[in-house]
């Protein structure tokens, strides 16, 4: 694995997660990530991002700021997420119902379960203002 | 940017296939839930999903066939087929694949 590391900032529009999604791949490409971990820590950033701008909690005049970073080494990818939008911590979700049959089963809950269920490390803190979640993929 | 869900359809019979190509995410769910509530408004109840030019779907896009699914329960059925591997996983962990039938191939999909 070739060590490397990508910063990117968002104005925070679902839009822009394509563009995101085009970057990382193309990053993964390029430091030899299998298909696999390319495709959960997209689906993470796409889970988590759209997480923040429909239910974060904006002040009036407040824009949505996002920022991701990731790095890579032999063994891992870290991926660290930052966003204002109110205290949010995500690894607290409840556990959604995964059992119920067709009818019963509830609509909804599942995106950060998914996160979690994938990530090696999930954690999270908050410290002036900012959500910060880093997410540990073993690679190897 | 993002750009309009594109989606094939096909039919065989009285199942009607459709084809999605590259991205369901949030920010295109919503065309997909409009294309599948058309076409069950329509009355189409036996439907197939070939997932073999999608590349990536979300839990927004996991929603749309789960409403879906539970739409055409009475007297029809959803069948998902042709995932990927990364794509078959995320069906897994979410349980989905409990209660929505995912197959191989678009053959085995016919015959469900």
Redesign the interface.
Known sequence: MISGNLNVSLMAR??E???L?AMVETFGEAHDLP??TN??I??AL??LI?NTL?HGQFEDGVEPEISISLGVNESQVVVVLESNGGQFDPTQDSNPD??S???D?P??G??L??VK??ADRFEYEWADGINRITLTYNTS | MASKLQILTEREADILILVPEGRIDSSNASDFEREMNTHIDNGDVNLVVDFSRLSFISSSGMRVLLIAAKRVRRGGKLVLCSMRDSIREIFSISGFDAIITVVKSRQDALSV
Do not use: K, Y
Request: glycine letters at 6%.
């Open positions: 679902l839009s997660l394509r563009d999604a298909h696999r495709f959960i997209n689906l796409e889970e759209t429909l995964l059992t049959d067709l009818a089963r609509i909804g599942l995106g379960h998914l269920s994938q």
